[in-house]
């Protein structure tokens, strides 16, 4: 069964640091593109970041760039969100997403875990 579980989540205040691992279950992880997303309280989610399948490229949502870097460990079936410098809106259930080459939609999302971050 495909299976995408994050954690790192927590509590931290404004100015702080903390990475989120994915660990994906996917038979063929190296095949995916990987992405982060987040959704805060009464908002829609939105995009975050994201990295190819061959971890060459990257790419950021304005509001995160400079801050947030992604990265990926084909050997061990995870993708990372280093995130530094947070801010109070930052605050959001931050979800890990896979998609395969062929597919145009993310095919695949995990549980979520929650980022707090106090001012």
């Known amino acids: 069964q495909v299976q995408l579980v994050e954690s790192g989540g927590g509590l931290v205040q404004a100015g702080g640091s903390l990475r989120l691992s994915c660990a994906a279950s996917?038979?063929?992880?190296?095949?995916?593109?990987m992405g982060w997303f987040r959704q805060a309280a009464g908002k829609e989610r939105e995009f975050v970041a994201a990295?190819?399948?061959?971890?060459?490229?990257?790419y950021y949502a304005d509001s995160v760039k400079g801050r947030f870097t992604i990265s990926r460990d084909n050997a061990k079936n995870t993708v990372y969100l280093q995130m530094n410098s947070l801010k109070p809106n930052d605050t959001a259930v931050y979800y890990c997403?896979?998609?395969?080459?062929?597919?145009?939609?993310?095919?695949?999302w995990g549980q979520g875990t929650q980022v707090t971050v106090s001012s």
């Open positions: 996917l038979r063929t992880f190296s095949k995916f593109a």
């Open positions: 997403a896979a998609k395969a080459g062929s597919s145009y939609d993310y095919d695949y």
């Open positions: 990295i190819t399948w061959s971890g060459a490229s990257t």
